[in-house]
């Protein structure tokens, strides 16, 4: 049977990368995936995709035009969400990033700061306010957030993402404690360096990023190796996972 059976998922910025990935391995374990995404075009083409590898396994995706800093945007969302797939089981914030704007706190621009702020931890925060209902209202479910290694070890020159990252991190570890009494389990994965195209352009202008991709024993990451977690975090295998901070960061957080 597919891990993912039954469940109805929501996934923010859905539309590629990580979030992508992510979308096409849970309707591949047959989840009803609605891929929340600000760009429509992304979206739209993820939706699609993910659509086609879950077909033999009962899996279906969405997509929904969202911008996760929007309250009425996310409300129309999940509303939309309900009105598809009748329920919640899985919330995965995922829509976030960093910029080549990001800097040293006392260099970076104010607006880069509130820039990775609202989107990250607000959207983060914003759609779990939004969405816990939903999950309490199914008995229960799984919310899956992103943190980052910045919010583990020190990145310099990343201050305005690894500010929104450590406080998700926090957050993932507060939401637990007050939502377990619904069933809620709450974690958040943490990253390495995984050769998303976004990542791929800040490598090329960031010594620091360089260098802490050096540090992955392994080899830097992709996309499937956290969808690969975020699939384990939603199952009902993880029923008793809540609080943690996963690295999947092919033990860059160890050296």
Known sequence: MARLADKVAFITGGGGGIGRATAERFAEEGAKVVIAEIDKATGAAAAQSARERGGNNGGDAHFVHCDVREKSNVEAAFAETIRRYGKLDILHN????????????????????????????????????????????????????????????????????????????????????????HKIRVNAIAPGVVLTERVKKLLEGSKAIEKLAATHLLGLGLPIHIAD???????????????QILSVD???TVV
């Open 250 to 252: 092919s033990g860059a």
């Open 94 to 181: 995922n829509a976030g990033g960093s910029t080549p704007d990001d800097g040293p706190v006392t260099e970076v621009p104010e607006a880069e700061f509130w820039r990775a702020i609202t989107l990250d931890l607000y959207g983060t925060f914003l759609c779990s306010k939004l969405g816990i209902p939903h999950l309490i209202k199914a008995g229960g479910g799984s919310i899956i957030n992103m943190s980052s290694i910045v919010a583990l070890k020190a990145l310099p020159g990343r201050d305005c993402y690894t500010a929104a990252k450590g406080a998700i991190a926090a957050l993932t570890r507060s939401m637990a404690v007050e939502y377990a009494s």
């Open 229 to 243: 977690m975020a699939v384990y975090l939603a199952s009902d295998e993880s029923v008793i996972t809540t609080g």
